[in-house]
C-alpha cells in the first residue's frame, strides 16, 4: 500500500494559479500511476488529470485541459498538479490517488487516496 497526503490548496482569484503537491509513502512510488480527483459539494468525484507511471502519458480532463500540468519526480516520492487560470468552477476539494496501473483514467482503477485538499476559487 502507498500513504498519501495533498498541500498546497487554499483561496485564489479567478485567473490565479495555485500548485499541488501530494506526498506519498509506503512502497515504490514509480510503482503506480497517479492522478488528480476533484469533488465539489452535491457532484460527484471526478478525475481531473492522470500521469502514467513511467511519466510519458497524461489525461486531462476536458475542463482543465490547457490550464492545468500534472508531473511527477519520483526522487521526492511526490505528484504536482499546476493548476493555472483558474475559474470559480474549479472550486473543489481535490484528492491524489494511486493506481497499480500504468495509467487510470477511471477512479475504480484507485485504491489509495489522499484526505484531499479544499480548493477556493473566488469570481
Known amino acids: 500500500q502507498v500513504q498519501l497526503v495533498e498541500s498546497g490548496g487554499g483561496s485564489v482569484q479567478a485567473g490565479g494559479s495555485l500548485r499541488l503537491s501530494c506526498a506519498a509513502s509506503?512502497?515504490?512510488?514509480?510503482?503506480?500511476?497517479m492522478g488528480w480527483f476533484r469533488q465539489a459539494p452535491g457532484k460527484e468525484r471526478e478525475l481531473v488529470a492522470a500521469?502514467?507511471?513511467?511519466?510519458?502519458?497524461?489525461y486531462y480532463a476536458d475542463s482543465v485541459k490547457g490550464r492545468f500540468t500534472i508531473s511527477r519526480d519520483n526522487a521526492k516520492n511526490t505528484v504536482y498538479l499546476q493548476m493555472n487560470s483558474l475559474k470559480s468552477e474549479d472550486t473543489a476539494v481535490y484528492y491524489c490517488?494511486?493506481?497499480?496501473?500504468?495509467?487510470?483514467?477511471?477512479?475504480?482503477?484507485?485504491?489509495?487516496w489522499g484526505q484531499g485538499t479544499q480548493v477556493t476559487v473566488s469570481s
Open positions: 509506503g512502497r515504490t512510488f514509480s510503482n503506480y500511476a
Open positions: 500521469l502514467s507511471r513511467g511519466g510519458a502519458t497524461t
Open positions: 490517488a494511486a493506481a497499480l496501473a500504468p495509467v487510470g483514467t477511471i477512479r475504480h482503477q484507485y485504491p489509495y
